[in-house]
């Protein structure tokens, strides 16, 4: 069991090697550790067999260079870019583990990842964080009518509007349904508002094509919540109360967003800021 530890150790530190690299030096170290272990093995023979002649001594160390040289390069070649290979295949799968596939966002769980390190971020720096929640209006209505091919469509055309409303002011993430989460570090309750009353025009302008020529659009209900900035006496990046934190902010933008549709739809709604808890 040690042993097996220990080679996969071994494994995980050459791997990691490999991939720090230019492809060109891993290979040429194992042709070079090669031809060294095959010199090494030829002149300890040598030294054994008594006298030598030149020709063969000369014979011997061509062959130990030679063959290594020729064996090593193409393999160790193919095993530099497997491991590249292997490397790739398994950032694309994480890629995909954390992406929403209809709409290429951040799916639900790594927007709370998200939520939590930005967090902790604007807990450190005392600035302000806000999240809001962007609910389409009548979605499930327009899907029942027109198919849930137009409703995938609407969806998609939600998630463009809020890569290109955001453009690096926050980041948006599927929630889940016609739901999507929107995170905005360092905006405070005024600033956030302004930029999701942005955000509700840009969806409400992004209609889809039906057959025969027609459109159709949905608008948006938003919810924006606050957590003012400030210094706090504990900033510490494992702070047991951040899960608790993004949840009451998400919560409170939830009932805003409530509100905004009870007030009649498509418009933002945003409370007082929440104030931020000193912790420890």
Sequence with gaps: MHRASTRLRSIRVLSAFVLRVPRWVSIALVVAVSVALSVGGVLAALSTSGDVSPRLFAQSLAIAVIVPTLVAGPVSAVIVELVHALRDEHVGALE??????????????????????????????????????????????????????????????????????????????????????????????????????????????????????????????????????GPVRDAAANDPDADATIERLVAAADRRMYEAKANGKNRVAAGAPTARRASG
Aim: aromatic share 2%; charged share 25%; with cysteine.
């Design 96 to 229: 995909a583990a954390q992406r929403d596939e209809l709409t290429g966002l951040p799916n639900r769980r790594r927007t709370l990842e998200l939520a939590r390190r930005e967090l902790e971020h604007a807990r450190r720096a005392g600035r302000p964080y806000s999240v809001a929640l962007v609910d389409l209006d009548d979605f499930k209505a327009a899907n029942d009518r027109h198919g849930h091919a137009t409703g995938d469509a609407l969806l998609r055309a939600t998630a463009r509007a809020c890569r290109q409303t955001l453009d690096g002011h926050g980041v948006a993430g599927r929630w889940g349904g016609e739901e999507f989460l929107v995170l905005l570090p360092g905006a405070d309750a005024q600033s956030a508002a302004e930029l999701m009353e942005r955000l509700r025009g840009s969806i409400a302008d992004c209609g889809v094509a039906l057959a025969g020529g027609a459109r159709i659009a949905c608008t948006a209900s938003i919810g924006v919540a606050t957590l003012r900035g």
